[in-house]
């Protein structure tokens, strides 16, 4: 498990593409890729390029760039509600595209490290976190309001509060900030959590935070101080924050442990041990959960009592999330060849809805 880790942690350190012909389109990409959808299209950052699929039928609407390059695009893409998909990269700068043509309409490329982590949008600001160990908040047209040093690399997509006009960052220095949306002022820290975080936090109406360490932890905060409420020891590192649904926190570690957890007093609703290590949050959908794993399937499973009631094998490693789009269930595998399909669609019963999409070279 060790090897594990430090390979997981190289995977996002460094570049970690192997170019081989970058104009042939010939090239073995070692880091997870990234997907958001609208009602019409998968947006995927695989590496090299992304793709605009058609959610009907798999077919591919357009690139960017046309031909692959070294820029690495691996970061879930953002869609804005004033028509932009934020795709940050591993050249140390953030692009705004457009999303009908995949015109660039600006970039910032004021970071000096590499971009591991998608922007969050809130109030009209655009926060994107750094590998430099800074957060750059943007206007919507890319210009710099304000930059906070935190010091340590910012592997994790904020976190917002409307109740408080705050963003909440998880950083690697074992840490949670609390910043003003407009000037970037410190409004608390939190102590230090024994552990790097890398997982988005999940945010409670009541005023809590959830967040998940690699000190084998989950931990609750006070949202309005960062004082700890609770702590929650699991079987190894939690590598994603957890999903927050009917004051149950669903979360995996990466031994392959999938909780399900009282979120007022941390009581252990349920777990399992499905396959493999778990690096990313499930998808809830009314009774049921859909959850991937390091391994090559997809588990549905029943949120009340955790029972796993169909599984899928999808092939490949899967790193990512699962992502719902209507009845539409999208899977990205991590490419293994050139010729390995990069993005799968199944019904919501697990069955395949279209052939799976492999880029025309």
């Given at each position: 498990?060790?090897?594990?880790?430090?390979?997981?942690?190289?995977?996002?350190?460094?570049?970690?593409?192997?170019?081989?012909?970058?104009?042939?389109?010939?090239?073995a990409s070692?880091?997870?890729?990234?997907?958001?959808?609208d009602?019409?299209?998968?947006y995927?950052s695989?590496?090299t390029?992304v793709?605009?699929i058609d959610?009907?039928n798999?077919?591919?609407?357009?690139?960017?760039?046309?031909k692959?390059n070294?820029?690495?695009?691996?970061?879930?893409?953002v869609?804005?509600?004033?028509?932009?998909?934020?795709?940050?990269s591993?050249?140390?700068?953030l692009?705004?595209?457009?999303?009908?043509?995949n015109?660039?309409?600006?970039?910032?490329?004021?970071?000096?490290?590499?971009?591991?982590?998608?922007?969050?949008?809130?109030?009209?600001k655009?926060?994107?976190?750094s590998?430099d160990?800074?957060i750059?908040?943007?206007?919507m047209?890319?210009k710099?309001?304000?930059?906070?040093?935190?010091?340590?690399?910012?592997?994790?997509?904020?976190?917002?509060?409307?109740e408080?006009?705050?963003?909440?960052?998880?950083?690697m220095d074992?840490?949670?900030y609390?910043l003003?949306e407009?000037?970037?002022?410190?409004?608390?820290q939190?102590?230090?959590l024994g552990?790097?975080?890398?997982?988005?936090?999940a945010?409670s109406p009541e005023?809590?935070?959830y967040?998940?360490?690699?000190?084998?932890?989950l931990?609750?905060?006070?949202?309005?101080?960062?004082?700890?409420?609770?702590r929650y020891?699991?079987?190894?590192?939690?590598?994603s924050g957890p999903?927050?649904?009917?004051?149950?926190?669903?979360f995996?570690?990466?031994?392959?442990?999938?909780y399900?957890?009282d979120a007022?007093?941390?009581?252990l609703v349920?777990r399992?041990?499905?396959?493999?290590?778990?690096?990313?949050?499930?998808?809830?959908?009314?009774d049921s959960i859909?959850?991937?794993?390091?391994?090559?399937?997809?588990?549905?499973i029943?949120?009340s009592?955790?029972?796993?009631v169909d599984?899928?094998?999808?092939?490949g490693?899967?790193?990512?999330?699962p992502?719902?789009?209507?009845?539409?269930i999208?899977?990205?595998?991590?490419?293994?060849?050139?010729?390995?399909?990069?993005?799968?669609?199944?019904?919501?019963?697990g069955?395949?809805?279209?052939?799976?999409?492999?880029?025309?070279?």
């Open positions: 498990m060790k090897s594990k880790k430090i390979y997981l942690i190289i995977l996002l350190a460094f570049f970690s593409i192997l170019i081989t012909a970058c104009t042939s389109g010939a090239y070692t880091s997870w890729h990234g997907l958001t959808t009602s019409d299209a998968a995927l695989a590496g390029q793709y605009k959610l009907n798999g077919s591919e609407m357009w690139r960017y760039p046309d692959p070294a820029k690495g695009f691996y970061a879930n893409p869609l804005t509600s004033d028509g932009q998909l934020l795709v940050p591993y050249d140390n700068v692009y705004s595209l457009d999303p009908t043509t015109a660039e309409k600006w970039n910032f490329a004021g970071s000096h490290n590499r971009l591991i982590a998608s922007p969050l949008v809130s109030n009209d655009i926060f994107q976190p590998s160990g800074y750059y908040a943007l206007d047209n890319g710099l309001l304000w930059k906070k040093e935190i010091g340590e690399p910012l592997w994790a997509q904020p976190a917002a509060s409307p408080c006009g705050c963003i909440y960052l998880a950083a074992h840490t949670v609390s003003d407009s000037t970037g002022d410190l409004l608390w939190s102590p230090e552990g790097a975080l890398v997982g988005t936090p945010v005023g809590a935070l967040v998940g360490t690699f000190g084998n932890e931990i609750a905060l006070d949202a309005t101080n960062g004082t700890i409420l609770w020891t699991t079987e190894d590192w939690v590598w999903v927050l649904a009917d004051n149950v926190l669903y995996g570690d990466l031994s392959g442990f999938f399900a957890l007022t007093d941390h009581s349920w399992i041990q499905p396959q493999n290590s778990i690096l990313d949050r499930p998808v809830l959908l009314d859909y959850l991937t794993t390091e391994g090559d399937t997809l588990f549905i029943n949120k009592d955790g029972k796993v599984s899928r094998v999808i092939g490693l899967i790193y990512a999330s992502v719902i789009s209507g009845e539409t999208l899977i990205a595998p991590t490419m293994q060849s050139k010729t390995d399909p990069i993005l799968y669609a199944l019904n919501l019963d069955s395949q809805k279209w052939t799976p999409f492999t880029p025309a070279k």
